[in-house]
């Protein structure tokens, strides 16, 4: 029933753009606090940045504080990953998660995500 769709991934040169976006369905989204991660090869799973229900509190990894904004539409069931200046070391599968609360909680409070969407930054 709880589905999330990420799209918008791709290749881009070093200190370019991309903007991510994960659709939401099957729940009530506006109830959910929701997360953008991250896996390269080899590499952990590391949450980059967080959005409470409404959207008023985020939260960002200091490797990407300054160049990523995260944003929701309650009334779309969207949620987006606006990535700037990136850098080689971005590169990674990118995935959107629902959080187990309404508010921004720690890195594990996830239980729902999305088949990832594949984000290449050349040097």
């Known amino acids: 029933q709880v589905q999330l769709v990420e799209s918008g991934g791709g290749l881009v040169q070093a200190g370019g753009s991309l903007r991510l976006s994960c659709a939401a369905s099957g729940f009530t989204f506006s109830n959910y606090a929701m997360g953008w991660f991250r896996q390269a090869p080899g590499k952990e799973r590391e949450r980059v940045a967080a959005i409470d229900w409404s959207g008023d509190n985020t939260y960002y990894t200091h490797s990407v504080k300054g160049r990523f904004t995260i944003s929701r539409d309650n009334a779309k069931n969207m949620v987006d990953l606006q990535m700037n200046s990136l850098k ?10 629902r959080s187990r609360s309404a508010v921004i909680m720690w890195a594990g409070e996830y239980d729902y995500w999305g088949q990832g969407t594949q984000v290449t930054v050349s040097s």
């Open 88 to 97: 080689p070391e971005d590169t990674a599968v990118y995935y959107c998660a």
